[in-house]
């Protein structure tokens, strides 16, 4: 028996030593490719705990192409609004959008407050919604109290004709989409 036990060890013992530094090979790689992917995961949980410290009105401030909307917004008295909890949905146009509007409806606009907010809180909807999940909508509730019709042509989203340009703009309070047109209530 014991002459049995030791020839074991003596042929199994290097097959024992090969599986053993396998393994630690094994390990090893392992071990490397464990921290690589941790490192990445913490990255981009990072990107996504990054917290975004500009509302609705700063981050439209900080972009030219909105300082039409900007003025708008204040003359409108939205401003306070806007930078509140939200969370927002807003349809930005641009100032092109704005420069399409017939010759002096935006001058009329500026000169009624009240028209003038009435006009911007359709391009306002409470919550936040996603761009692709605007993709999938029928409609959208405003907070002018009336619904936008969204429509699909040729893949890209119409909500009452103005089309959808850019999504997903962060914000602290919400998000902004980019919108080609000034959408006009119905009456």
């Known amino acids: 028996m014991i002459k049995i036990t030791k020839i074991l060890r003596w042929a199994c013992g290097p097959i024992l030593m090969v599986c053993l530094f396998a393994g630690s090979v094994k390990a090893d ?7 690589a992917l941790t490192k990445e995961t913490n990255k981009d949980i990072k990107a996504a705990d990054k917290v975004i410290d500009k509302d609705i009105i700063a981050t439209a401030t900080a972009d030219a192409k909105f300082s039409t909307l900007v003025t708008a917004l204040k003359t409108a008295d939205l401003v306070e609004t806007l930078k ?4 927002y949905t807003v349809f930005a146009p641009t100032n092109d959008a704005f420069a399409k509007l017939p010759p002096g409806t935006l001058d009329a606009l500026l000169k009624d ?3 003038l907010k009435k006009v911007l809180l359709y391009h306002v909807a409470n919550g936040k919604t996603a761009g692709k999940e605007v993709m999938t909508m029928k409609s959208v509730k405003t907070a002018q109290g009336t619904s936008l019709t969204i429509t699909l042509k040729d893949g890209k989203a119409l909500l009452d004709g103005a089309q959808l340009v850019e999504t997903d ?3 602290s309070n919400g998000v902004i989409h980019v919108i080609d047109t000034v959408m006009m209530p119905k009456s």
């Open 169 to 171: 703009i962060p914000t």
């Open 84 to 87: 509140g909890p939200g969370p």
């Open 29 to 35: 790689e392992v071990k490397k490719e464990e921290k």
């Open 113 to 115: 407050a009240p028209k």
